[in-house]
Each structure stands twice: as C-alpha cells, then as structure tokens.
C-alpha cells in the first residue's frame, strides 16, 4: 500500500518562505507523477504544482507561478515543495498526491490514486 506523510507545514509572515516535503512509501516512487494541491478554508482544493517522473517537468498554477517551486528526490522518495515571497492568500492545508501512469504532469485532482493527510500551512499578514 502506498502512503504519502506530508511534513514542514507552519506559520510564516508575508513575503517569507517554507518547504513542505512529502515522503513516499514504496519501491516505485520514480514511476509516479506528483503533485501538490491546496485546500483553504471554504474553498475547494486546488493544484498548486505537479512535477514528472524523472523531474524534468513541471507544472504550475498561475498564482504560484515564479514563488513556489516543486521537485523531487527519487533517491529518497520524497517530493518537496518550496514557496517564496509568500502571501496571505497561500494559507490552506497543502496536500501531496500521486499517481503510478498518466501524463508527463498531472493538474486534475481526480486523476491522481493516492493523498497525504496535509499539513497547514499559515501565513501571517
């Protein structure tokens, strides 16, 4: 069974920055597409990044574009997400998702098999 454990969410000030990782279990982490959503308060979940299999490419939402960055480590099953000059507005719990098959990049949350739990993320105005 595969299982994906968020970790590195918290509060941060406007204009500072914060990783989130999300770690795999599994032998097979190098033969998914990931990605991270974003679910705030009242809204409903959205992508926020996706990133292909070897890494080579990525995907992003137009909010994040130029301040979030996603990448992986296959080595270490592990998908990262790094956000700079952060905004009030990119408070939610941020979730990891994957899925085995598919496209280079995966932007629909109904196409990915398997979530983490979240982790919030907070930021201060």
């Known amino acids: 069974q595969v299982q994906l454990v968020e970790s590195g969410g918290g509060l941060v000030q406007a204009g500072g920055s914060l990783s989130v990782s999300c770690a795999v279990s599994?032998?097979?982490?190098?033969?998914?597409?990931m990605g991270w959503f974003r679910q705030a308060p009242g809204k409903e979940r959205e992508f926020v990044a996706s990133i292909s299999r070897s890494g080579d490419r990525s995907a992003y939402a137009d909010p994040v574009k130029g301040r979030f960055t996603i990448s992986r480590n296959n080595a270490k099953n592990t998908v990262y997400l790094q956000m700079n000059s952060l905004k009030f507005e990119d408070t939610a719990v941020y979730y990891c998702a994957g899925r085995a098959l598919g496209g280079i990049v995966i932007i629909d949350a109904n196409d990915y098999a398997y979530w983490g739990q979240g982790t919030q993320v907070t930021v201060s105005s």
């Open positions: 599994g032998r097979t982490f190098s033969s998914y597409v």
